[in-house]
């Protein structure tokens, strides 16, 4: 193994201890325009941070996770993910969440990819409700440059204080490659609560921002996204980065 790429490892996991006992961190946006994309091989770990500032008086907002993703072939994948968040100053461990992946389309073939992913999250305590959920995500290469990526989840709550109905989620994301591994674009999240009583617009989460993803080399990458706001419900910012290393 070369050198600089053990030590490297050898620093990462010092790095993500240090960074869960961050102080003062209620439950930001940390979720992903995910790719239908399973390549054999593939092992990865990834960290992510979501931090929404203090809005009319409510306290700042910190949320974190860690991923481990292990590709079973050039089809399935595997999804490991832990994630804490603050709970009025104290910094929490909220979910546990196993998630499969399973990519039945390919560009080479159909022009297009395409997956479904399922998962199943186990909250901490008897206070939050455990869920189940199945998503479709599809990605298409519009041109050598414009890409697009779009997801739909749905979902049921069970267990303490969970909601009725089917939750019904909506993502999409559309980048332009500048080069040298480095990507702009825009994506937007939607949740829009659940089949028993969806609301109005302003009675769901709507937002979009822009992003940026740069390929760092030595298997690292970075991505930096801003989302703002566009229903009532919404917070109105969230500042995220996603933290990944290829084993």
């Known amino acids: 193994m070369n050198a600089s790429i053990g030590h ?3 620093l990462f996991f010092p790095a993500l201890l240090m960074l869960a006992t961050l102080p003062q961190v209620v439950w930001a946006n940390t979720s992903g325009v995910f790719s239908p994309d399973v390549k054999a091989g593939d092992r990865m770990w990834e960290y992510r941070t979501s931090f929404e500032p203090n809005d009319g008086g ?3 907002v910190f949320s974190h996770r860690l991923h481990y993703q292990h590709a079973l072939n050039d089809q399935s994948r595997l999804r490991l993910i832990g994630l804490q968040s603050d709970n009025g100053g104290d910094l929490e461990f909220r979910y546990m969440r196993v998630e499969y992946q399973y990519q039945y389309l390919e560009d080479e073939d159909a022009g297009w990819d395409s997956a479904l992913r399922f998962e199943l999250q186990i909250a901490e305590g008897d206070d939050l409700p455990h869920r189940f959920r199945v998503a479709w995500t599809g990605k298409v290469d519009v041109t050598d440059r414009w890409q697009l ?3 739909l989840i749905t979902g049921r709550e069970f267990h303490s204080g ?3 109905g089917l939750s ?3 993502r999409w994301q559309a980048t332009y490659a500048v080069g040298g591994g480095t990507r702009f674009g825009i994506e937007a999240f939607n949740d829009l609560n659940t089949t028993d009583d969806f609301g109005g617009f302003n009675e769901q989460e709507h937002q979009a921002g822009p992003i940026v993803k740069m390929r760092l080399g030595r298997g ?6 801003y989302l703002f706001g566009l229903s009532d419900d919404a917070p109105d910012e969230n500042l995220r980065m996603h933290l990944k290393y290829s084993l």
């Open 8 to 10: 490297s490892r050898l």
């Open 58 to 60: 409510v306290e700042d």
């Open 149 to 151: 990526r779009a997801n």
């Open 162 to 164: 969970a909601d009725s």
């Open 168 to 170: 019904v989620e909506t």
């Open 220 to 225: 690292w990458s970075l991505d930096f996204s």
